[in-house]
């Protein structure tokens, strides 16, 4: 397959690098799929924007239409792309109404989170300072690392529900205060993807059941033996990159953590 001269594909194999080193081949879709994530990473196609269309991909990469219909076909079932029937191909973004929940599983007992409308917010803490060991090593930093730690209580028709610690690595994040997210009435991703450049891809999430400390329970005006659902959550951009460590409290009194499986 001839090379386009702006984005070689890989056709030689590496060289081994252990005895037993598993082959590298990859199929053609999957080495176009790279290619296209190169793109989206490099911000060649912002989130919001059209990609070109498949004739126009496949002539650029010297593929087939077949072969890069189904490269897009994998990245939007990551998310990572949006099919607009009769319009085209465009790169996905927490702007939209349907993306602006994608990671949270909290949902009202009755109704859903957009019948619920959107959260109130309040910014506990907004505070610069050096990550300890579990944060960095949840970043991919080094302990003392520069980082950026937020504490926000959302609230839904008046109810404190949500208690998020928040930490971001400092450099991505330089300039985000607290004045910043208070005067940002949109999902807090979009804000991150519009203003600081940083596209959340997937997450990761550990939750267990807790009880809220003195200073938890207030914030969320429960009692301290009131039990809290904890969620952990490592928040990812392109190439698996960390960006953001999440650690939430829920109040399960009049919501539940729902999760589709299949």
Request: glycine share 8%; net charge neutral; with cysteine.
């Amino acid at each position: 397959m001839a090379q386009s001269p702006s984005s070689p594909l890989p056709t030689d194999p590496p060289p081994p690098s252990a005895e037993f080193a598993a082959p590298a081949f990859s199929p053609l879709y999957q080495q176009i799929k790279g290619l296209i994530l190169q793109s989206l990473q490099s911000g060649e196609w912002k989130p919001g924007e059209a990609i070109p269309s498949e004739m126009e991909l496949a002539g650029r990469f010297r593929v087939s239409q077949g072969t890069v219909r189904k490269a897009i076909d994998e990245l939007a079932a990551e998310n990572l792309v949006v099919r607009r029937q009769g319009k085209g191909t465009f790169v996905a973004t927490h702007q939209e109404q349907v993306a602006q929940y994608r990671f949270l599983r909290l949902v009202p007992d009755r109704g859903d989170v957009h019948s619920e409308g959107p959260a109130q917010r309040d910014i506990v803490d907004c505070k610069r300072l050096r990550a300890t060991a579990d944060v960095a090593r949840a970043l991919g930093l080094r302990a003392g690392d520069p980082v950026l730690q937020v504490r926000r209580v959302l609230s839904f028709h008046g109810v404190p529900t949500i208690l998020d610690d928040i930490w971001l690595p400092g450099g991505p994040f330089k300039g985000l205060t607290a004045e910043r997210l208070s005067d940002y009435h949109g999902p807090m991703y979009a804000l991150f993807e519009g203003e600081f450049g940083v596209r959340m891809v997937r997450a990761e999430e550990k939750i267990r059941a807790v009880v809220a400390d003195a200073t938890q329970a207030g914030l969320l005006k429960v009692t301290t033996d009131t039990p809290l659902l904890s969620v952990e959550r490592i928040a990812y951009t392109y190439s698996d990159v960390p960006m953001e460590l999440r650690r939430g409290l829920y109040r399960t009194d009049h919501h539940h953590y729902r999760n589709p499986l299949g």
